[in-house]
């Protein structure tokens, strides 16, 4: 068995999405800089946003399409490479009009990076056969915790400083850990060595560049109504995440007037407690099960986004998101897996964690050993559709609180302290077929 090539493929799934949390967080938390920059207000920098996360969109879905001709490793290398252009165009821009322009590549970039890495994530999840999706959405954590670090110990520097975070997309795109391809197989009892063998060119985890057949020639059809429950249970996360990471800097700096090299608090202790949830989040998920777990942390993440809206203090606000952090980590990560999971059909309707993870072995050593190029395109292009419901929630976060805190931001904050609540009812929809580690 090729666990090397499960290792290395690993390796590179973290990598990328390490560089993507790494820029993410890096521009976010110099937002108010740009603001004061270009004499922006909130509604302007709503409208850029929205214009972002739009190009997002478009990004995902280019992502779909050529990753079935090209392989999602060569579409992830390309948004990586556009990064690389993005950064210096928005951090060193002479004029408005650079700074839009590198906004809107940066847009594109975003999107094509966002769904390959998860394409890649959910495809090495299969193949492990447990959960692979929280310590992957970790190292995305990971790297914006760096982020915030570099920003709170350069914060008093120009803000061109920030171009230098172009170097982690570039090492990342053209790392020499990113093997061309390889043949990846599944560790599991009862599969025989190369019983899911990759076919000739066939895009394998983090490492395979090739063709695929198009994912509507499976005669199976995708069951959409599952995807939408956990597709709506995303929107709500991105709108709370986003709502945190875009404007928590500039809530700290408009509303309370805390220094300039502070403002990255909101997002710090926010990333902080997110890495450790989702470095804890398999055995969370097993010991009390995907449904507790996520309806506790949605009841958390309200109580915590009432206190931001109602903090009488900055420091009581950075408390606020630091607890945010912790209760929503787990809510994309694992959405992107029950998608994964049901788009290969593997999914059952156990809402028990236990039965799940014998029902999900028993599907996976089934599935395993009739892995085709369709069942590989099929599962790429849910992940990039289903990654659209990301760009719906980073809308309503970005867009939608600007709109609403225009005069007072206090309010941009109260509207997902109400509507990350339903996440409670959601719940169930992402324990269907629940991973499990193998003994």
Same mark, same amino acid.
């Given at each position: 068995?090729?666990?090397?090539?499960?290792?290395?493929?690993?390796?590179?799934?973290?990598?990328?999405?390490?560089?993507?949390?790494?820029?993410?967080?890096?521009?976010?938390?110099?937002?108010?800089?740009?603001?004061?920059?270009?004499?922006?207000?909130?509604?302007?920098?709503?409208?850029?946003?929205?214009?972002?996360?739009?190009?997002?969109?478009?990004?995902?879905?280019?992502?779909?399409?050529?990753?079935?001709?090209? /392989?999602?490793?060569?579409?992830?290398?390309?948004?990586?490479?556009?990064?690389?252009?993005?950064?210096?165009?928005?951090?060193?821009?002479?004029?408005?009009?650079?700074?839009?322009?590198?906004?809107?590549?940066?847009?594109?970039?975003?999107?094509?990076?966002?769904?390959?890495?998860?394409?890649?994530?959910?495809?090495?999840?299969?193949?492990? /056969?447990?959960?692979?999706?929280?310590?992957?959405?970790?190292?995305?954590?990971?790297?914006?915790?760096?982020?915030?670090?570099?920003?709170?110990?350069?914060?008093?520097?120009?803000?061109?400083?920030?171009?230098?975070?172009?170097?982690?997309?570039?090492?990342?795109?053209?790392?020499?850990?990113?093997?061309?391809?390889?043949?990846?197989?599944?560790?599991?009892? /009862?599969?025989? *060595?190369?019983?899911?063998?990759?076919? *000739?060119?066939?895009?394998? /985890?983090?490492?395979?560049?090739?063709?695929?057949?198009?994912?509507?020639?499976?005669?199976?059809?995708?069951?959409?109504?599952?995807?939408?429950?956990?597709?709506?249970?995303?929107?709500? %996360?991105?709108?709370?995440?986003?709502?945190?990471?875009?404007?928590?800097?500039?809530?700290?700096?408009?509303? %309370?007037?805390?220094?300039?090299?502070?403002?990255?608090?909101?997002?710090?202790?926010?990333?902080?407690?997110?890495?450790?949830?989702?470095?804890?989040?398999?055995?969370?998920?097993?010991?009390?099960?995907?449904?507790?777990?996520?309806?506790?942390?949605?009841?958390?993440?309200?109580?915590?986004?009432?206190?931001?809206?109602?903090?009488?203090?900055?420091?009581?606000?950075?408390?606020?998101?630091?607890?945010?952090?912790?209760?929503?980590?787990?809510?994309?990560?694992?959405?992107?897996?029950?998608?994964?999971?049901? $788009?290969?059909?593997?999914?059952?309707?156990?809402?028990?964690?236990?039965?799940?993870?014998?029902?999900?072995?028993?599907?996976?050593?089934?599935?395993?050993?009739?892995?085709?190029?369709?069942?590989?395109?099929?599962?790429? $292009?849910?992940?990039?559709?289903?990654?659209?419901?990301?760009?719906?929630?980073?809308?309503?976060?970005?867009?939608?609180?600007?709109?609403?805190?225009?005069?007072?931001?206090?309010?941009?904050?109260?509207?997902?302290?109400?509507?990350?609540?339903?996440?409670?009812?959601?719940?169930? *929809?992402?324990?269907?077929?629940?991973?499990?580690?193998?003994?």
């Amino acid at each position: 068995m090729r666990t090397s090539s499960l290792t290395g493929a690993r390796i590179a799934v973290a990598a990328a999405f390490f560089a993507q949390g790494f820029v993410f967080i890096s521009l976010t938390t110099r937002l108010p800089r740009f603001l004061e920059r270009w004499g922006l207000d909130e509604v302007t920098l709503s409208l850029l946003l929205l214009m972002m996360v739009l190009l997002a969109g478009v990004g995902s879905l280019v992502a779909e399409r050529a990753a079935r001709r090209m /392989g999602s490793a060569t579409m992830l290398r390309l948004g990586l490479a556009l990064m690389v252009v993005a950064v210096p165009a928005l951090t060193l821009a002479p004029a408005i009009g650079f700074f839009v322009g590198g906004v809107a590549v940066y847009g594109i970039a975003l999107g094509l990076v966002d769904a390959t890495s998860n394409m890649q994530a959910v495809d090495l999840e299969h193949r492990y /056969g447990r959960p692979i999706l929280p310590s992957s959405h970790g190292y995305w954590t990971t790297g914006g915790i760096l982020a915030t670090v570099l920003v709170l110990a350069t914060g008093h520097l120009a803000p061109e400083i920030g171009a230098f975070v172009v170097v982690v997309p570039l090492i990342v795109a053209f790392a020499p850990f990113l093997p061309r391809a390889v043949e990846v197989q599944l560790i599991a009892p /009862g599969v025989p *060595a190369g019983g899911i063998a990759s076919p *000739a060119g066939v895009s394998t /985890g983090s490492t395979g560049e090739g063709s695929t057949s198009e994912a509507g020639s499976t005669s199976t059809p995708v069951p959409w109504r599952p995807i939408w429950l956990v597709g709506i249970g995303l929107v709500v %996360f991105y709108m709370v995440d986003t709502t945190a990471a875009a404007w928590g800097p500039a809530y700290l700096a408009i509303t %309370f007037d805390a220094p300039g090299n502070l403002v990255a608090l909101a997002t710090f202790p926010y990333l902080v407690t997110s890495i450790v949830v989702r470095l804890a989040g398999g055995y969370l998920v097993l010991r009390f099960g995907v449904t507790p777990v996520l309806r506790t942390g949605a009841v958390v993440a309200g109580a915590a986004l009432a206190l931001v809206a109602l903090a009488p203090s900055w420091q009581v606000a950075v408390a606020g998101f630091t607890v945010l952090g912790a209760a929503v980590a787990l809510v994309a990560p694992l959405s992107f897996s029950a998608a994964g999971r049901i $788009a290969t059909g593997t999914a059952g309707t156990d809402a028990d964690p236990v039965a799940g993870t014998a029902a999900g072995a028993a599907g996976e050593a089934t599935d395993a050993g009739s892995a085709t190029a369709t069942d590989r395109a099929r599962t790429d $292009a849910v992940i990039a559709r289903f990654n659209q419901f990301n760009y719906v929630g980073a809308l309503l976060g970005s867009v939608l609180t600007g709109f609403v805190g225009a005069d007072n931001l206090r309010l941009g904050f109260a509207l997902p302290a109400v509507l990350v609540l339903a996440l409670v009812p959601l719940a169930p *929809a992402f324990a269907r077929g629940t991973l499990g580690r193998r003994p």
